[in-house]
């Protein structure tokens, strides 16, 4: 455990002011910035939290209870101006979140509660969601509507998904008893090409290390690289076998990362700025 981290989580998922330092001191181990799949999985590694608490499911969002809880950390580090988000999803410390202690950052969201209380808002920090506070909770929605799609729709969707992201040649099999196979593609990388397999499941819950194993061993002798997308989330040992030494690496893609895949590419979803006026009484007073 290194120097200033709060002990693991061990058997619950921890609450929203519980997560705040120890999202701080994870994006810290991450180099001072990552995406919000890197944050996760950071965290879950430095804190030890064990598979099951880490797949407690967020009701039907899609997400599990520890990544919303996490998001409203984020979102807690901003307002505290630690951290920023960039609009491809990676979060990044700011020079005031590199050098922030754990007492700084308990006063500053004191401070800001206080603040909020001033003004009559009626939120906190660790309240619910909303769309000015919490970018991801389209993410929900988004999801919710991938999961209704029926299985052959959302096989087309991650063909076109690949192919807007370079791949071409891209084919859905759709042939039952291939080891989880649904399709394949070819991904160019300037002078280099690379014959992927690819597998694509909506999925409530979390997909488990026998998942990528199976997957993997479908692979074998057809290709060196595989692609698993899903609704679903990750559990922690399905990552690290995705990347275990000596086989085949498997890249995986979970249900937030597919919503800013979407986003990003502007498959089924778009982005409205809305203007915001805002008034200068200082201004008038020097008139």
């Known amino acids: 455990m290194k120097s200033g981290m709060m002990q693991p989580f061990t058997g619950r998922v921890p609450t929203y002011d519980e997560l705040n330092w120890p999202a701080l001191v994870a994006l810290r181990e991450l180099g001072g910035s990552g995406s919000i799949s890197e944050h996760l999985a950071k965290l879950i590694e430095l804190y030890e939290v064990p598979d099951h608490v880490a797949a407690i499911p967020h009701g039907d969002s899609g997400r599990t209870e520890l990544e919303y809880r996490l998001a409203w950390a984020r979102t807690a580090l901003r307002r505290c101006e630690y951290v920023e988000n960039s609009a491809r999803g990676v979060w990044s410390l700011t020079e005031a979140g590199e050098e922030a202690t754990l007492e700084d950052l308990a006063k500053r969201i004191g401070d800001l509660r206080a603040q909020d209380h001033k003004r009559h808002i009626a939120k906190k920090v660790d309240a619910d969601p ?22 052959s729709a959302f096989e087309r969707l991650s063909q076109r998904l690949l192919r807007e992201s370079g791949f071409v040649k891209v084919e859905v099999t759709g042939r039952s008893g291939d080891g989880g196979i649904d399709g394949t593609g070819i991904l160019q990388l300037s002078l280099m090409s690379f014959h992927v397999l690819f597998q694509c499941k909506r999925y409530q819950g979390s997909v488990g290390a026998g998942a990528v194993r199976d997957f993997r061993g479908a692979m074998m002798g057809r290709t060196d690289k595989g692609l698993i997308i899903t609704t679903g989330t990750f559990s922690p040992d399905a990552r690290r076998e995705a990347t275990r030494d000596g086989a085949p690496p498997i890249d995986l893609i979970d249900g937030v990362a597919l919503c800013e895949k979407l986003k990003e590419l502007q498959l089924g979803v778009s982005t409205r700025l809305v203007e915001e006026v805002e008034v200068h009484p200082a201004w008038f007073e020097q008139i």
């Open 130 to 151: 909303t769309s000015d506070d919490e970018p991801e909770d389209w993410k929900d929605r988004l999801l919710a509507v991938l999961k209704v799609m029926q299985p």
